[in-house]
């Protein structure tokens, strides 16, 4: 297919939109129609600005860097788009084409955490050459793939619902997932904003004291009193000749003395 294509200048080539080949390394999952309609309006009236970069693969090219302006430029109608051709192994393309992605896209912090977990897994990169290959702080990417550890069910409700990066890690505290849910579903539904949330996760987190009944001290020396009072009375009938029965009984609200006294001794 090399007669479809002019060549401007070394590793700068005019490609068919039919022959280039998405991304596979894309991190973004979501493209938004308006934002796509924007671009696409801007490439119609100006032309691609920016060329996008691709790596030869069997009579096609495998994109590395520029789905959006691809996506944008077969919207506008367009059935040649600018490329720059790069030489690289397909191991090296691929993980090019992530970090590529990873810079120039406008990532979710969700898409942009499991960009990173794949550089991990599949390139056997440390957090800290991703902070490296990135120019970034190691903390940060370390922040971004802790967010992973919520349930992807909740991940879809963080993202469709516009709530912030600190609102997922303030519910990165709550390890049931049923609570996890429920809070998010509160918080959606009201509204909070990021603070609200903390104190309403750090409140459902904090363990319910049963509440106890005060022990009023002056009540019980009290009692102890009337007891005391009652044993000397029966001890008095005692030395009497008259031999009483007595039962106690200590309940939760009271203490019951009984005290029977023979009609006959």
Not at 82 to 89: F, G, M
Not at 93 to 102: G, Q, T
Not at 103 to 119: G, K, W
Not at 220 to 248: E, M, W, Y
């Amino acid at each position: 297919m090399a007669k479809n294509r002019t060549k401007l200048q070394e590793g700068l080539l005019w490609l068919d939109v039919e022959q280039i080949i998405p991304a596979a390394n894309q991190p973004r999952t979501v493209f938004r129609e308006e934002q796509l309609k924007e671009l696409s309006a801007s490439i119609a009236a100006h032309g691609v600005l920016q060329p996008l970069i691709v790596v030869a693969e069997g009579e096609h090219y495998r994109l590395i860097a520029g789905e959006r302006r691809l996506r944008a430029s077969k919207m506008a109608g367009l059935r040649q788009v600018p490329c720059v051709l790069t030489q690289k192994s397909p191991e090296e393309a691929a993980k090019l084409s992530l970090i590529e992605n990873l810079q120039r896209e406008n990532l979710s912090f969700f898409e942009e955490a499991a960009a990173y977990r794949r550089l991990m897994e599949e390139f056997d990169l440390s957090q800290a050459e991703i902070a490296r290959e990135m120019s970034k702080d190691p903390s940060t990417v370390a922040n971004k793939l802790r967010l992973l550890k919520l349930p992807i069910s909740a991940q879809i409700l963080i993202n469709k619902s516009g709530l912030t990066e600190r609102h997922a890690r303030a519910l990165l505290r709550v390890e049931n997932q049923d609570l996890l849910m429920d809070l998010l579903e509160t918080i959606i539904d009201q509204a909070l904003n990021v603070k609200e949330t903390e104190t309403m996760i750090a409140a459902a987190l904090t363990p319910k004291e049963k509440k106890q009944r005060p022990r009023r001290v002056g009540s019980i020396k009290d009692i102890r009193l009337c007891i005391n009072t009652l044993n000397h009375t029966v001890a008095t009938l005692k030395q009497a000749g008259i031999k009483p029965q007595t039962q106690i009984h200590d309940e939760e609200r009271f203490v019951e003395y009984i005290i029977r006294i023979p009609k006959t001794s």
